[in-house]
């Protein structure tokens, strides 16, 4: 889709993190914008910020893991714009626990999978239809780098889900209505508050952790974060790629991300055992875990 001026985009998770950035990118490109996020004074904060800048801005309050709330992000947006266009399915969290897989408890990979895996499932079940039934429009799922480099935990495994569950929607709809375009967003380490994520975390699924390395998991990630790329930069790729019909947005697309994909493959192919292989930011990561308090 390459006029982009007069539509119309949802971003879900668009008050804070690369979802504001898509939201601000849109909006400069003289888009409506609907920007949906479970944080509610962050929400209201942002559209605040995007008025501000001159944009046509709707806020709506949404959790993302509940289907019923994504129907009624839907409604509010068509009943407010006439119509939606381009869809970020872009909500996400990651909780911060430094288990082995065995002993991560139920609870985050619930509140996991719910957000980032279900998140994007409630997205598509929602906004393809519409996007079909108008004939044109561009729908977008953030996964991530850890979408392609195996990990145990629930983050790693929602990001596989929504890379392979994009990959096939893109395959669908490229027969069946190949004016509705598909992209899959895969970012390596990007400075927003994912880092902060547990802010979110419904009361029902809190979990207690007396886990000292949980606390020397979240400094590391905390210290790759702030380093990582700006969220305008990737919204820059996102945007580049809604135009070009791009499928794979991978925004850190240098040789030190595309290695270990590459090697992962041919271990694979090649059927040899799985290797751990250092990302940028793993040495960060593995130092911070053996920190003393
Ligand atoms: N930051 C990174 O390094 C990085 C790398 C790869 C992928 N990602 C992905 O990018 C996406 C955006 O994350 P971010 O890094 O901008 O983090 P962020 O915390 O800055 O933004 C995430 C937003 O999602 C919202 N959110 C959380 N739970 C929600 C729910 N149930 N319903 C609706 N909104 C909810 C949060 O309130 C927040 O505004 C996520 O899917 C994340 O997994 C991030």
């Not at 996020?37 to 008025?51: H, K, Q, T, Y």
């Not at 309050?61 to 289907?67: I, S, W």
């Not at 990582?228 to 790729?237: F, L, T």
């Not at 790629?241 to 991978?250: D, E, H, P, Q, W």
Request: charged share 25%; proline share 5%; net charge negative.
């Amino acid at each position: 889709m390459d006029d982009l001026r007069g539509r119309v985009a949802v971003v879900t998770g668009g008050a804070s993190g690369i979802g504001l950035a898509l939201a601000e990118r849109f909006a400069a490109e003289g888009m409506g914008v609907v920007i949906a996020d479970v944080e509610e004074a962050a929400l209201e904060d942002a559209g605040n910020r995007l008025r501000a800048a001159g944009a046509d801005v709707l806020g709506v309050v949404t959790d993302v893991r509940d289907p019923d709330q994504v129907e009624e992000l839907a409604e509010r947006a068509s009943a407010h714009f006439g119509g939606v266009h381009v869809v970020c399915n872009n909500a996400g969290v990651s909780a911060m626990s430094a288990k082995p897989v065995w002993e991560i408890p139920l609870e985050d990979w619930t509140w996991t999978l719910g957000v980032n895996l279900w998140g994007v499932i409630n997205g598509v079940r929602t906004f393809v239809p519409r996007l079909i039934a108008q004939g044109e429009g561009h729908i977008v799922n953030t996964a991530s780098m850890a979408g392609f480099i195996s990990s145990a935990g629930p983050y790693g495994v929602s990001k596989f889900g929504v890379v392979s569950l994009t990959e096939g929607l893109y395959l669908e709809l490229r027969d069946a209505v190949p004016s509705v375009g598909v992209s899959v967003l895969c970012p390596g380490w990007v400075n927003t508050r994912i880092g902060d994520a547990e802010r979110n975390r419904p009361s029902e699924l809190a979990v207690e952790r007396n886990d000292p390395l949980a606390a020397r998991a979240a400094r590391g990630l905390h210290r790759v974060l702030e380093v990582g790329m700006a969220p305008a930069s990737v919204a820059d790729e996102v945007v580049g790629a809604i135009r070009a019909g791009r499928f794979y947005v991978l925004p850190h697309h240098d040789e030190a991300w595309l290695e270990p994909v590459r090697e992962r493959m041919i271990d694979i192919l090649e059927g040899r055992n799985p290797v751990r292989r250092p990302v940028p930011g793993s040495d960060v990561l593995v130092s911070a875990l053996a920190e003393p308090e």
